[in-house]
């Protein structure tokens, strides 16, 4: 069954730092670019970082830029976001997600939900000031 796996979220303070972890199964995420989403309470679900695993290009929103980075481990099947310099408005329920295998690379930054095809369930991430 194809699956991803979410986990890592907890509460942090301001300036401190967490690393959330993807855990893929029932593929290879060499074979996919794998995207993080946020959905605070009463926003929208936001796309804020990608990483298109066959060639290593990573993308990120402005409001996690320099901040957060996204990465890959092949040998465990699992992406990382190590985000730092937290701050109270990314208090947030953390997912990520498989890139449809029909999109191309370019389109992953429009951070649309109906490119995504496999979603993971979820990490609480909370942020206090």
């Known amino acids: 069954e194809v699956q991803l796996q979410a986990s890592g979220g907890g509460l942090a303070q301001a300036g401190g730092s967490l690393r959330l972890s993807c855990a893929a199964s029932?593929?290879?995420?060499?074979?996919?670019?794998i995207g993080w989403f946020r959905q605070a309470p009463g926003r929208e679900r936001e796309g804020i970082s990608a990483?298109?695993?066959?060639?290593?290009?990573?993308f990120y929103a402005d409001s996690v830029k320099g901040r957060f980075t996204i990465s890959s481990d092949s040998a465990k099947n699992t992406v990382y976001l190590e985000m730092n310099n937290l701050k109270p408005d990314d208090t947030a329920v953390y997912y990520c997600a498989r890139v449809s295998p029909w999109v191309i690379k370019v389109l992953v930054t429009r951070w649309a939900r109906n490119l995504y095809d496999v979603w993971g369930q979820g990490t609480q991430v909370t942020v206090s000031s």
């Open positions: 029932g593929f290879t995420l060499d074979e996919y670019a």
């Open positions: 990483i298109w695993n066959k060639d290593g290009s990573t």
